[in-house]
């Protein structure tokens, strides 16, 4: 835990009591604040005082000794209208603040010399950190990662000056963090999203701008440029510090590009290394390609080189129900992408396999499949489970040859015997639903979880091994 020591002897109001909340306020507490910490759920409530959280209803509070609150991301700040507790927290004249604003404030007052690496993005961004975070350990860098995901920032390691935090952080805790200070920071892409939350696209980008705010004179802001809101970002950004473009499909002047698994890092149009991605397989596709062309240039920017950062590359098994490989079974592959909730993320994994046995379906969202009809000539055949079985065969008609499986585990037996027929060097039984899971799971890591269980008790299935890369 770090300590938050910038209240002492202070009201503090923390409201939403999830992870974060309740890791701000015991690191309020430990650091000597007095807490007033409540949410709207009975249930959260319970959890937090079970956890020796102190609880008072701040609908009732006197708002005037209350030096701060702390509001859990998830919390509305601006739109469709601010919650009440944000309410009372501005009609008082409170300000309001998230955990990771703590943690930015007692990193600046503690002045230890830890590295902070800080990564957004509409999409992609976990696999990102988890990435930067694998290739700096790795390179031999103790790492603390967490933030959006993993740990609540405040229940990280307290700052170290031997210490890299590596955080991913949501517009929602961007919003809420205006000290935000990296030594490096990304920002991936920017594509309509949470739009219920910002209002409008402009402002969900100009959110996603501010993770360069607060960088150093000898830091490092990195930026894809592949969409129209970047390019408009990485043409203001005002420097002095370095600025790394990453570009898919074509060139940059500075930075990291990739072109049919290839990085290349190159300084003011002269190229200073190449890494390959060929036969990484938690890497495959061209949203994995800026991925990695991402976190190789955070890499960088932390002192690693090359060759270091190609082992790391190559030793990254990827992250869970996102494109994990499970196992193989011969020549067949079998595909964990149920982190794949609508047809935007299934089309990322349909894009990245030619002979695909695809598991499709759950609790359908609105569209369905739409959007996903240039893939369907890569799809081998299609087992329909859950809710969505009835509209997606209606969907595929005639273009996907289908079958109605209806649970998990029957469309698992059906593609893996049909997938261990075909002549192909490499099919693949893709579970990428393109749906939410409440139909039949609890959440789609229960379903991911679900079909790793299940594949990995199929006769003839080893688990999948990490493959090394290589520096060109």
Request: hydrophobic share 45%.
């Amino acid at each position: 835990m770090i300590p938050v020591t910038t209240f002492p002897g202070r009201d503090v109001a923390v409201f939403g009591l999830g992870l974060s909340g309740i890791a701000a306020a015991h690191a309020l507490a430990t650091g000597g604040a007095r807490v007033l910490a409540w949410d709207d759920t009975q249930a959260s409530r319970d959890k937090a005082a079970a956890q020796g959280v102190t609880l008072h209803d701040l609908s009732s509070a006197d708002w005037s000794g209350i030096a701060a609150l702390v509001l859990a991301p998830g919390i509305p700040l601006t739109h469709l209208e601010p919650h009440w507790s944000v309410k009372q927290a501005q009609a008082a004249g409170v300000e309001v603040i998230g955990d990771t604003e703590l943690f930015f404030r007692e990193r600046a007052k503690e002045d230890s010399g830890a590295k902070v690496v800080v990564i957004t993005g509409t999409n992609g961004k976990s696999t990102t950190t988890a990435l930067t975070a694998h290739l700096l350990e790795v390179g031999g860098r103790p790492v603390a990662l967490g933030g959006n995901i993993g740990h609540a920032v405040l229940d990280l390691p307290q700052f170290s000056p031997s210490l890299t935090y590596v955080l991913e952080l949501s517009t929602f805790q961007i919003d809420l963090s205006p000290s935000l200070a990296a030594d490096a920071a990304a920002l991936l892409n920017v594509t309509p999203d949470h739009l219920d939350r910002h209002g409008t696209i402009e402002n969900y980008a100009a959110i996603k701008a501010r993770v360069f705010d607060g960088l150093p004179a000898d830091g490092t802001a990195v930026i894809g440029v592949d969409d129209d809101y970047c390019r408009a970002i990485a043409d203001s950004l005002p420097g002095p510090y370095a600025v790394k473009r990453i570009a898919v499909g074509h060139p940059v002047e500075t930075g990291v590009w990739a072109k049919d698994g290839m990085l290349t890092e190159v300084e003011k149009g002269v190229e200073r290394g190449r890494v390959g991605l060929d036969g990484i397989g938690s890497l495959r596709g061209a949203h994995n390609w800026q991925n990695a062309a991402t976190a190789y240039a955070l890499a960088r920017s932390q002192g690693l080189d090359a060759s270091t950062i190609a082992k790391g590359l190559g030793t990254f098994a990827g992250l869970a129900h996102r494109m994990e490989q499970v196992a193989r079974a011969g020549q067949v592959l079998f595909v964990n992408d149920s982190k794949a909730t609508n047809a935007d993320a299934t089309a990322k994994a349909l894009a990245s396999f030619t002979d695909i046995y695809w598991i499709v379906g759950g609790r359908p969202k609105a569209g369905g499949l739409a959007g996903l009809e240039p893939f369907f000539p890569r799809i081998a055949r299609a087992y329909l489970i859950g809710e969505a079985a009835d509209e997606f065969a209606a969907q595929l008609g005639a273009d996907v040859d289908h079958v109605q499986c209806g649970t998990l585990d029957r469309a698992i037996e059906a593609a893996a015997a049909d997938a261990r027929r075909s002549r192909g060097p490499e099919p693949v039984v893709l579970l990428s639903p393109a749906c939410a899971s409440y139909d039949q799971f609890a959440n789609f890591e229960a379903r991911g979880k679900s079909f790793r269980d299940i594949v990995i008790r199929l006769p003839g299935v080893s688990p999948v091994q990490p493959t090394q890369g290589r520096a060109a």
